[in-house]
């Protein structure tokens, strides 16, 4: 496959060139390459590296009414990610090597996009479990604080064994909890992710303790970045729907949160993808909102309003992830890399609407925002998956770590 006359990102600058793509990988990037191959022409349009999206819920095995990992993998693709890691708080729990296995097993021939999977610590010491699978998974996660499904430990000692045990520790942890999570990230000198930071506080923790040296990296969210409180109380139908945890914050939280991404204290946008049904939402308080199909289109936006750089967002979304959770051969359109690519339609600036979401969600919380561009085609390993509104082929695989 040849993708020609792509608008790419070389050291700061946009330059029209190829892409040659071979057995799923990039082999050649030059302007006016020939060859005889199928070809696909991009038209001046900007492409990116397929996203790396490190947290997403997919709701599968046991809560496949609000996702699977199907549904799930085309909102991907057609947001512009092609490799998900996915979150452990389905049912059953990921929390043994046997339910792992299980899982993976079923997952095999369902996606359109790679992914990958995060163990979960449980409240009773899964830390022997952890020995057995911690080089097949991107990481384990822990919830300290209580939020959708039952994972929350509070045991000390529990959390403290599950540190000693892990790769890379990824928190759900909110003010006081992101404290208590360095310090464990400190005792045993243990990579940590700070998923979904929303306050400005949190964002300050993170950058005094990456000044101390501490190995920490931090995640925001779209929707901590563009919605905050008042969207929330602006109408009876968002009061129940823009609600998940950590909960939205304030404007300034927005504006601090968008500084700490662009001056590199903050290392990853994850979407915190949690469908649930709109029935669900309206029905009851239920935390949890779908994410990856507009993370893009957002993000984008964001570059629009002069809030980050095109660069930086290939940065966050790309480039990070893979090395953060050392994914092998993604996140950039280098020779040698998986040629998983995002051709952009820049120009495309129409608003987002419920009615064109793929997840069974089938809301967004970003209805009737004005969209910076759209994925006008997404290639994973050299085989489009998704091109004009259309889908092709589940040729999604589990990923591999490096080290
Ligand atoms: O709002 C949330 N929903 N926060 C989480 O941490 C979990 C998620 C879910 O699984 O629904
Ligand atoms: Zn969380
Ligand atoms: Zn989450």
Redesign the pocket.
């Given at each position: 496959m040849l993708i020609k006359n792509c608008r790419i990102l070389i050291d700061d600058k946009e330059e029209i060139t190829d892409i040659l793509i071979a057995d799923g990988k990039i082999i050649e990037i030059a302007p006016n390459i020939v060859g005889n191959v199928e070809i696909l022409d991009a038209e001046g349009k900007l492409v990116i590296p397929g996203i790396i999206d490190a947290h997403c819920?997919m709701r599968d095995p046991g809560l496949t009414q609000k996702e699977d990992f199907m549904t799930g993998s085309m909102a991907c693709a057609k947001g512009g990610v092609t490799t998900f890691i996915d979150?452990p708080?389905t049912v059953p729990a990921v929390i043994t090597s046997k339910i792992l296995k299980d899982k993976k097993n079923m997952m095999v021939g369902k996606s359109y996009v790679d992914y990958g999977f995060n163990f979960g610590g449980s409240r009773n010491d899964n830390s022997e479990e952890i020995k057995k699978i911690v080089d097949e998974v991107a990481s384990t996660k822990i919830?300290l604080n209580m939020?959708?499904?039952d994972m929350l430990i509070t045991e000390n000692q529990t959390i403290e064994n599950i540190f000693k045990e892990s790769k890379i520790v990824s928190v759900?942890a909110e003010e006081e909890m992101v404290a208590k999570a360095l310090e464990l990230c400190e005792k045993y000198d243990k990579p940590l992710y700070l998923?979904?930071l929303s306050k400005a506080s949190e964002a300050k923790m993170l950058r005094e303790a990456k000044a101390r040296g501490l190995k920490v990296f931090g995640e925001v969210t779209p929707h901590h970045l563009f919605l905050n409180e008042d969207d929330v109380k602006s109408s009876e139908r968002n009061t129940m729907l823009l609600?998940?945890?950590?909960e939205l914050k304030s404007k300034e939280d927005n504006e601090e949160l968008w500084r700490a991404l662009a001056d590199g204290t903050i290392d990853t946008i994850g979407t915190?993808h949690?469908p649930?049904l709109i029935e669900e939402k309206l029905a009851k308080l239920?935390?949890?909102?779908p994410g990856v199909e507009n993370s893009l289109e957002m993000m984008l936006r964001g570059v629009d309003e002069g809030k980050i750089s095109l660069k930086r967002l290939i940065e966050v979304m790309c480039e990070n992830p893979a090395k953060i959770f050392k994914i092998e051969n993604k996140g950039k359109i280098e020779v040698g890399y998986d040629a998983d690519l995002v051709i952009v339609d820049r120009e495309d600036k129409s608003p987002i609407k419920d009615e064109t979401v793929i997840s069974k969600a089938s809301w967004t919380p970003y209805e009737s925002f004005n969209k910076g561009g759209s994925v006008f085609a997404t290639l994973l390993r050299g085989q489009i998956i998704y091109l004009n509104k259309q889908f092709y082929g589940k040729y999604g695989r589990e990923i591999k770590y490096y080290e």
């Open positions: 819920h979150m708080n919830f939020s959708t499904g759900h998923c979904h609600r998940m945890k950590p915190d949690a649930h239920t935390f949890g909102i």
